[in-house]
């Protein structure tokens, strides 16, 4: 099934490529399918289920998504983060830190009144400061491990210039697309499980456990989805590529930040609720059917933000969300409270 592209309001909407045009996407998920055609597609390759997109509430429009689809010490940075992928000046700190933790009362207040179970982590990158919500409970990845696998190839493959004609292709329809065939064959190119561990470890994840199986018993969908982890080493893994890094080049973290601020535009929710489209958001999502009746949503975003003043880190992991739009509406709204709060 093709997917329609639909128009951001969160965050800065950034033109697909014309080879995004042309190419069929092909994610993981069912948006409110039955059963049977949820357990019939396999390894997400034998159907193409339109991703989720944002809700109009405080994000882009709602539609019905797919399923599933970390940062040891660096050095003081003597470049700052990258925007549309080019290196800008270090900016100086602030002045000051927030006046309220951005994950404090009102945000916990609106948790609480939501189903499921939500954990975050918020970081501002100048300062490094990071707050936290929810219990440290590791939960599964669905797609956002997607960037795990890309950092795992950079840093294996010397760069994106270090990489073939096909598996930069790949990298880029697995993370602008959420392209589910392409994930699966950059997870079994860098080593699978044991490889991507070994990155982790170098780059500070303590609580991310890489899947140890690809197709799963009893499980519809590439089980790199049942990768677990926490929004802290998650935060850890993005400092990877907005922070100068030990691991990755230069080279490589803007190729990575690139196809994060390129995804397709209907997967543009999130860290991007309540985000004013001049502001630069580098995205990724995660959505996933964790039963058969698509009653128990994984549904996971993670990225950056930069601009208007602010600049931080953010990671949601959401599960037991009874709908996938229940999640996508509980981290939009999350998110905004965040933004304000950050400012």
């Known amino acids: 099934m093709a997917q329609a592209r639909g128009s951001a309001t969160g965050g800065r909407q950034v033109k697909a490529t014309a080879a995004r045009r042309v190419r069929s996407l092909r994610m993981l998920g069912a948006g409110g399918v039955a059963a049977g055609v949820l357990l019939a597609a396999v390894q997400g390759c034998a159907a193409h289920i339109p991703a989720p997109r944002g809700s109009s509430r405080t994000g882009p429009a709602a539609a019905g998504p797919s399923a599933t689809e970390r940062d040891p010490a660096v ?36 948790i609480a009144s939501r189903s499921g179970t939500v954990v975050a982590a918020v970081s501002d990158v100048s300062t490094g400061r990071t707050w936290t919500l929810g219990p440290p409970h590791p939960q599964a990845e669905a797609s956002i491990v997607k960037l795990d696998i890309l950092e795992t190839l950079y840093a294996r493959g010397g760069g994106p210039a270090g990489l073939s004609t096909g598996d930069q292709a790949l990298a880029q329809q697995m993370m602008e697309d959420s392209d589910n065939s392409a994930a699966t064959s950059l997870w079994n190119d860098v080593g699978g499980p044991a490889t ?16 140890s199986c690809v197709t799963c018993p009893g499980f519809a969908w590439p089980g790199w989805g049942l990768s677990t982890t926490t929004p802290a080493d998650q935060i850890a893994l993005l400092r990877q590529i907005v922070k100068p890094s030990t691991l990755l080049t230069d080279e490589q973290r803007r190729a990575a930040l690139q196809f994060m601020e390129n995804v397709d535009p209907s997967q543009r929710w999130g860290i991007t609720g309540g985000v004013p489209s001049r502001v630069t958001v580098a995205v990724k999502d995660g959505w996933l059917p964790l039963n058969s009746a698509s009653t128990d949503w994984q549904i996971n975003s993670i990225g950056w933000v930069s601009g208007s003043g602010r600049d931080y880190l953010m990671a949601v992991l959401t599960t037991g969300n009874p709908t996938q739009q229940y999640g996508i509406d509980t981290i939009n709204g999350l998110s905004a409270i965040v933004w304000g709060r950050m400012g």
């Open 196 to 211: 991507i561990q070994s990155f982790n470890a170098a780059a500070g994840l303590t609580h991310t456990a890489p899947s």
């Open 75 to 110: 050095r003081a940075p003597a470049q700052g983060p990258l925007i549309a992928g080019t290196l800008r000046p270090a900016s100086p700190s602030p002045t000051s830190s927030p006046a309220q933790d951005p994950l404090g009362t009102a945000a916990a207040s609106y």
